[in-house]
């Protein structure tokens, strides 16, 4: 079974609906296929130039636009929170810093705790999903609650500390978030087609998230997520995209040398195998790494990329469905790497 059949297998199996790519080491092209639409109502078929929402993938640019601004040295790993950010944070212990911000080890409550809470769309009954357009929009959702647990004593998958790493961003660049990440991540990339974009005022070529039910119907997900995404996730690229984005990264062409070899280190675990540097996720196998890889999940957004290290092959795999990318990237994975 060659590539292109394992993935219409996986695309026939679980109703697969987005954009799939996959590159050698010398960047040729493995395989480039899309499936399904992406808007249903107009019956607009999903492209590779198709922009597609990641979700939670996009905390790697969060990471990379703050390493930028420590090679500046306008802030550094040990800037504490409580000293650069000017917000109330009562209950924050005063000795979190960026670092712990980046590795999710900071403590912090969250808005959206993936260890307790299973519903995104629970969150917008109190606050109205169409009001959160700004970083400091989240602010009033965790800035009030307890901590979690104590600074740097443990993992913990957190989203509020890549919004409070947006706000930081923003202090130091002096601009909004998104206007620094276009300007000094996505340009530089040439991810011509990527964006922050808001979910009521999207522009063409640009897929709606899709919400199945078990009966067969169906929604969009403007009203499961926040009006337009920030620092912790909710950008739009194309799988293109994704792949001039690991292209700038290990070329050095978006950081150092030295600061990326920094932000793709382990600097904490959540199993044997799995490790997070700075925004990146980092899978190791018989002591090995084996790929670094980002993967977002929202209602409506199902998301997976990686590159292999030992081959420099990149996997980009953007669904406009709630599950579905998991399925290919594993799939996809598998026979890449037999």
Not at 121 to 125: A, M, N, Q, V
């Given at each position: 079974m060659n590539?292109?059949?394992v993935v219409e297998g996986v695309q026939h199996e679980v109703g697969f609906s987005g954009a799939v790519l996959v590159e050698g080491h010398d960047g040729s092209l493995l395989l480039n296929e899309s499936y399904s639409f992406a808007n249903r109502s107009e019956q607009l078929a999903n492209t590779s130039s198709t922009r597609f929402g990641?979700?939670?993938?996009?905390k790697l640019f969060t990471a990379i636009a703050v390493l930028q601004l420590i090679e500046k040295g306008t802030i550094s790993l040990d800037t504490k929170v409580k000293d650069y950010l000017q917000y109330d944070f009562q209950h924050f212990d005063e000795e979190i810093t960026i670092h712990h911000l980046l590795t999710h080890t900071a403590g912090i409550p969250d808005y959206f705790d993936e260890e307790t809470m299973d519903d995104f769309?629970?969150?917008?009954?109190q606050t109205p999903m169409y009001r959160i357009r700004r970083l400091e929009d989240f602010l009033p959702l965790f800035q009030h609650l307890p901590m979690k647990s104590k600074v740097g004593e443990r993992f913990h998958y957190n989203n509020a500390g890549y919004i409070l790493l947006g706000l930081i961003v923003e202090q130091a660049s002096q601009s909004t978030f998104d206007e620094y990440v276009v300007k000094n991540i996505f340009?530089?990339?040439?991810?011509?087609?990527?964006?922050?974009?808001?979910?009521?005022?999207?522009?063409?070529?640009?897929a709606q998230g899709y919400i199945d039910f078990e009966d067969g119907t169906w929604k969009t997900n403007i009203y499961s997520l926040p009006a337009k995404g920030g620092s912790d996730g909710g950008a739009f690229i194309t799988v293109?995209?994704?792949?001039?984005?690991?292209?700038?990264l290990m070329s050095y062409s978006l950081l150092t040398e030295e600061t990326t070899k920094l932000l793709l280190t382990p600097h904490a675990e959540e199993d044997e195998e799995d490790h997070y540097g700075y925004g990146v996720w980092i899978k190791i196998r018989n002591n090995a790494i084996f790929k670094y890889h980002v993967m977002g999940y929202d209602p409506g957004?199902?998301?997976h990329s990686a590159y292999y290290p030992d081959s420099s092959r990149k996997v980009v795999v953007c669904s406009n469905k709630s599950e579905g990318a998991f399925d290919m990237m594993i799939e996809i994975e598998g026979e890449i790497m037999k």
């Open positions: 590539l292109r059949e990641i979700a939670s993938g996009c769309e629970e969150l917008w009954i340009q530089k990339a040439d991810m011509t087609s990527a964006g922050y974009f808001e979910l009521d005022a999207l522009p063409a070529n640009t293109h995209d994704m792949a001039k984005l690991w292209d700038a957004v199902s998301f």
